[in-house]
């Protein structure tokens, strides 16, 4: 591929990403939701998701963007380019966070967006395609599962309604959420959904941690992230009868929790990888009546199961049900599959453009996959798409101790900013 960042504006362009600016707006959005040791916890669609993205769109229009929202309260804040018919180039990532969470998975991917963008606007450059930065709705799942909503129901891989019905904890549903947010939000213009008409992105690049160790371990700067694993999600629920702790006998119990452990150790044979590429995680346990002196009558649990292969995701993922069922003694249960993404091998257009970027502005690269799912796989059937990643200190992520530094940050922005004003420019 022929060098197109024009070199002659780089410098101006690195010099105007400001490492302190972008520091102290992660930090703003930090104080949201904050939890103790620098943790977040903004589930998406709350009171504190709400206030997030006003912060954001206060510093859009101080930009000089404009923002609209669409049917999925997907956000979009848009740069001007000087052929403002000409298809943009979309940019973002999502602002809610794991209930455990830290200050930089997703939120820092918008903000660098801003950044990027403002960098291009204040180096005094200008781009012939528009640049649209996003902040997809519900990308963690965490309040109501699966993940990645908004991108998945823009992308058109699922339909809008899709997960209507879908309740969090305390039995609100997505549309109820959702549907309040949009009437909160109403003053917003509101834009089609999905990559319709001049909308529809000639690429799309995805700045996020990496949230692994493979960077901080080789001393490197940026990821190029090549692809993502495929992830598929399941929610089981055994059914069993719940009964007096001190006067039912053992064996003639039907006990949830039991036959849950029953299910899960065989899962756990299923799974067995030693070569440890295969990954699966029970994250969550509702247990019904969930009182000490009582058998549990009902028990929920969630599986996550994740490999690079779609081979061995479809073989493992479909055994599940029937694993299950055959580690059951006395009671039933259900299966349910509610999230399949399937490993996603991104084309070379972005990956070029991010890994010219960095050599540009004399940073490390590292081709790299990504174990962890993100809006840019839905992206893919779209438009070219790519990933820039960051180090993560010690690899932690999912976790308040989640870290990068704010010259890590800058830098990943750098390459950010100068992948857009190349690609905008095209
Ligand atoms: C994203 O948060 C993931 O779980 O990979
Ligand atoms: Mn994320
Ligand atoms: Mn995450």
């Excluded at 690899?395 to 530094?405: K, R, W």
Aim: proline share 7%.
């Amino acid at each position: 591929m022929t060098d197109r960042v024009p070199d002659a504006s780089l410098p101006a362009l690195a010099a105007s990403v400001d490492e302190s600016r972008q520091w102290a707006r992660l930090m703003g959005m930090a104080t949201l939701g904050a939890i103790p040791e620098d943790g977040v916890n903004r589930a998406a669609l709350t009171e504190l998701d709400r206030q997030a993205r006003r912060l954001l769109i206060e510093w859009a229009q101080e930009a000089g963007l404009t923002v609209s929202i669409d049917d999925m309260a997907n956000l979009f804040l848009r740069h001007e380019g000087t052929d403002p018919a000409a298809e943009p180039v979309l940019t973002g990532s999502h602002m809610d966070s794991q209930p455990n969470g830290g200050r930089f998975d997703g939120i820092w991917g918008v903000v660098a967006g801003l950044e990027a963008v403002q960098a291009i606007r204040e180096a005094g450059l200008t781009t012939r395609r528009p640049i649209e930065i996003v902040a997809w709705t519900n990308e963690e799942g965490g309040r109501f599962a699966p993940g990645c909503m908004g991108s998945m129901a823009w992308s058109g891989h699922s339909a809008p309604n899709t997960w209507d019905a879908v309740t969090d904890l305390n039995g609100i549903t997505f549309r109820a959420a959702l549907d309040e947010q949009l009437a909160l939000e109403a003053d917003l213009p509101r834009r089609p959904l999905g990559p319709v008409g001049p909308q529809r992105p000639v690429a799309y690049v995805e700045a996020h941690i990496e949230q692994g160790p493979r960077l901080e371990n080789d001393l490197l700067d940026i990821g190029v992230v090549t692809g993502i694993q495929g992830s598929r999600w399941f929610v089981v629920d055994i059914k069993g009868r719940s009964d007096h702790a001190g006067t039912s006998p053992v064996s003639l119990r039907q006990d949830a929790v039991q036959d849950m452990v029953r299910a899960i150790n065989a899962l756990n044979t299923l799974t067995h990888d030693p070569s440890d590429v295969l990954r699966f995680t029970v994250g969550r346990i509702e247990v019904h009546p969930n009182t000490s002196n009582s058998v549990a009558d009902h028990v929920r649990f969630t599986i996550d199961l994740r490999h690079p292969e779609a081979d061995i995701l479809r073989e493992k993922g479909d055994a599940i049900a029937a694993t299950v069922q055959s580690a059951l003694q006395h009671c039933t249960a259900t299966v349910t599959e509610r999230f399949n993404a399937l490993p996603t091998a991104f084309p070379a257009l972005v990956p070029d453009a991010v890994e010219q970027a960095a050599h540009a502005l004399g940073l490390r690269p590292l081709r790299m996959p990504s174990g962890a799912f993100h809006d840019a796989q839905f992206m893919v059937p779209v438009c070219p798409t790519g990933m820039i990643f960051v180090p993560s200190k010690g690899g932690i992520s999912h976790h308040p101790s989640e870290y990068t530094s704010p010259g890590q940050l800058a830098a990943g922005t750098r390459v950010l900013a100068a992948t857009l004003l190349e690609l905008a420019n095209r």
